[in-house]
């Protein structure tokens, strides 16, 4: 009797980039597959997905799922730009600038998320949130953002079907789905921030709020601690209520200040940090701050698996930026 040949089995990473795409019902005239994801385009601006190969992490094995959507082409990085670019990263979502590896003159939207077998259903919701937000974002957006610094939308064609003329519906989750979510009040309140602030008094962090309104925390930072900040008075100009999240380091950038926070969203996501890039940083009131804003829509997507995120994002810039000596001090990005 012959056996029968078996499928070999589909790693996590992978997962979550098939249902993503299966989700949003992706017309394959208008995508391209690769080996480890696809592009796409909803309309004017490709959209890249992907899935790294895994790593192992305590005897877990894990994989990073990123999407980068062309946004911006021939963009001179001037000090005026580069501060144009900040002032829209302090209103990000949850995704930031990042300059295309394939030209520095490019910019792009990019976010990435870590997954192993125990997150794959939770990953993919919040992940596929933020794919779509991305493109409709950037189609929204691309040619608005393009004029103000000035640069060029990086619009393009798909190699066999061309120019897309009719948007897909799936860049329509902005004004269908998310603003008429974000009209209510905050979908978070005392036992979403009860919650997290239990873990974080756990991990011996001085920490404040919990009432529903919001919560702050401060975690170690060498000598010094960075800021932590969860609110939900804060509405996104764009997309309504939802929830706001900061993470503030006790430094100022050396140098010119927009192309060191640019910087660090290339630097966090092509290393190993093991924390969400579903944000940007930018130079905020208060400094250099990583900003994260979640709509309504995202509400009940593992908000302390999110908020843990921050924690490591703070070891892994004291241990990759400061401690690494990577032209940086204490107190100076």
Not at 230 to 238: C, F, K, L, S, W
Not at 241 to 270: M, Q
Request: aromatic letters at 10%.
């Amino acid at each position: 009797m012959r056996s029968k040949s078996r499928t070999p089995d589909v790693d996590p990473g992978l997962q979550v980039i098939q249902r993503v795409y299966k989700a949003m019902n992706v017309d394959q005239k208008w995508s391209i597959g690769e080996e480890r994801g696809f592009v796409w385009w909803g309309k004017d601006f490709a959209q890249h997905l992907w899935a790294e190969p895994g790593f192992d992490d305590s005897g877990f094995m894990v994989y990073r799922v990123h999407a980068r959507c062309d946004l911006l082409k021939q963009f001179v990085p001037s000090a005026e730009n580069l501060k144009k670019l900040n002032a829209l990263s302090t209103l990000a979502s949850l995704s930031g600038f990042a300059r295309d590896g394939r030209s520095p003159d490019r910019i792009q939207l990019a976010t990435s998320m870590y997954v192993h077998s125990k997150t794959v259903e939770w990953v993919t919701r919040l992940f596929g949130f933020a794919v779509a937000i991305q493109a409709a974002q950037a189609q929204i957006q691309g040619s608005l953002v393009a004029d103000l610094v000035g640069a060029e939308p990086d619009i393009s064609p798909h190699p066999l079907a061309g120019f897309r003329r009719e948007a897909d519906d799936m860049l329509n989750v902005i004004p269908d789905l998310v603003v008429p979510t974000g009209e209510g009040k905050s979908k978070w309140g005392k036992t979403d921030f009860n919650v997290v602030l239990q873990a974080f008094t756990e991990q011996g962090f001085m920490c404040s709020g919990g009432d529903g309104l919001g919560l702050t925390a401060e975690f170690p930072f060498l000598s010094f601690t960075s800021l932590f900040q969860a609110v939900i008075d804060e509405p996104h100009p764009q997309l309504g209520n939802g929830l706001l999240l900061r993470l503030t380091l006790p430094s100022k950038p050396d140098g010119d200040p927009y192309e060191r926070v640019l910087y660090l969203n290339e630097l966090e996501l092509k290393s190993l940090t093991l924390s969400h890039m579903l944000g940007s940083w930018c130079v905020g009131s208060l400094g250099v701050t990583f900003v994260a804003f979640f709509p309504n829509a995202t509400h009940d997507l593992n908000f302390i698996n999110v908020a843990l995120s921050m924690v490591l994002r703070a070891r892994w810039v004291v241990a990759r930026v400061f401690a690494s000596g990577c032209g940086t001090r204490p107190g100076v990005l």
